[in-house]
């Protein structure tokens, strides 16, 4: 998710959110399309969003460190990539966090002890991945989580050029061995304090790049899970629970939700998840690659990963995906012998 000082674009970009509005009108009637096809709307709306949502303030906390330091085998080493909802900004405390509440989550299912290593930079486009990715492999992960997206949606930056910049890091993350999962681009539509038809363009454009990252990260070899609206309802029906201070970013409970969402998906990826259902629920089952982005970017929650059918990778609409829709993990549930998340270990990191 974005920072807060980069909610719309600015200057010759607008050109392009005029057209796109103008497109998007023409399904809405006569007045709307009025309506959205004047830059003047966006463009208040802009500005309104911007007045709205404050500029951030303080870093997130640091979540490096040793989680479950007594318990027994090698440690897990995991990375957590991305921009401000990888980093957790909006929430105070160290165990808040998303990579605190994964690398609990983690450590407490697998009872081995999980090293953490947070290189996610609030405002970070999927560009910034490059150094960040650079820094993760000094640390030979195992495991890496990346959160990005939602900054190139309110940047506009074209999205063949935010997924190239994603595959480069995912490649250079699988050639090192380590495993990626890809919580793919937020629903920003879902942000209350941007109004329609903004709103509008926003979701489209947020649901237009989840689906084009979950076809590129799963052809390099990653895993994704749809984050989408996944928030959405919730916050909609208690918006001072799930909402950050800045009503933009999650609060720590929204962050909760989100790392529950995608720990299934961490295990899995580590050879650890549960053994699959005899019949899978509707909406599962493998699918041309595809047809299973567009269909996770729909459904928040869905994991989306590589698949085999009769031996082959591929179909005649291109690559097979497996789609699961894996119930939420507690991230806190299961009892830990070793020190508690909020205590971490902590192992200072530049």
């Not at 560009?127 to 000094?138: F, M, N, P, T």
């Not at 539509?189 to 689906?211: D, E, K, N």
């Not at 005649?316 to 995906?321: D, L």
């Amino acid at each position: 998710m974005g920072v807060a000082g980069s909610v719309v674009p600015a200057g010759p970009r607008w050109r392009n959110v005029q057209r796109v509005a103008r497109l998007v009108a023409l399904g809405t009637g006569a007045t709307a399309a009025a309506a959205v096809a004047t830059g003047g709307v966006l463009i208040g709306q802009a500005r309104q969003a911007r007045r709205t949502i404050p500029m951030a303030e303080a870093p997130p906390p640091r979540c490096d460190g040793m989680y479950g330091a007594k318990l027994p085998g090698p440690a897990i080493t995991m990375v957590v990539l991305g921009d401000s909802s990888a980093a957790g900004y909006g929430v105070h405390r160290r165990r808040e966090t998303p990579g605190s509440l994964l690398a609990t989550g983690l450590s407490r299912r697998l009872q081995r002890p999980v090293r953490l290593h947070r290189f996610a930079v609030v405002g970070a486009l999927s560009a910034g991945l490059r150094h960040q990715v650079e820094a993760a492999l000094d640390c030979h992960p195992d495991i890496a989580v990346i959160l990005v997206g939602g900054n190139d949606v309110t940047n506009r930056t074209p999205p063949a050029l935010a997924v190239r910049y994603l595959v480069e890091a995912v490649t250079a993350l699988r050639a090192a061995g380590c495993e990626v999962v890809v919580g793919t681009c937020p629903d920003l539509g879902a942000i209350r304090p941007i109004q329609p038809p903004l709103r509008w363009l926003a979701r489209r454009w947020s649901r237009q790049l989840a689906a084009a990252q979950t076809v590129a990260v799963v052809e390099a070899g990653g895993w994704t899970v749809s984050l989408g609206d996944l928030l959405g309802p919730r916050f909609v029906a208690e918006p001072g629970r799930m909402f950050a201070w800045d009503r933009f970013h999650p609060s720590a409970e929204g962050y909760a939700v989100a790392a529950a969402a995608l720990l299934p998906t961490l295990l899995s990826a580590l050879g650890a998840g549960q053994e699959r259902r005899a019949a899978p629920t509707r909406g599962e089952g493998v699918r041309s690659l595809p047809e299973a982005a567009q269909e996770a970017a729909r459904h928040a929650g869905t994991e989306v990963s590589g698949a085999q059918v009769r031996g082959r990778d591929r179909g005649p609409a291109g690559r097979w995906a497996q789609l699961r829709r894996r119930a939420l993990f507690g991230v806190g549930a299961v009892p830990q012998p070793g020190p508690a998340a909020d205590s971490p270990t902590v192992e200072g990191l530049a």
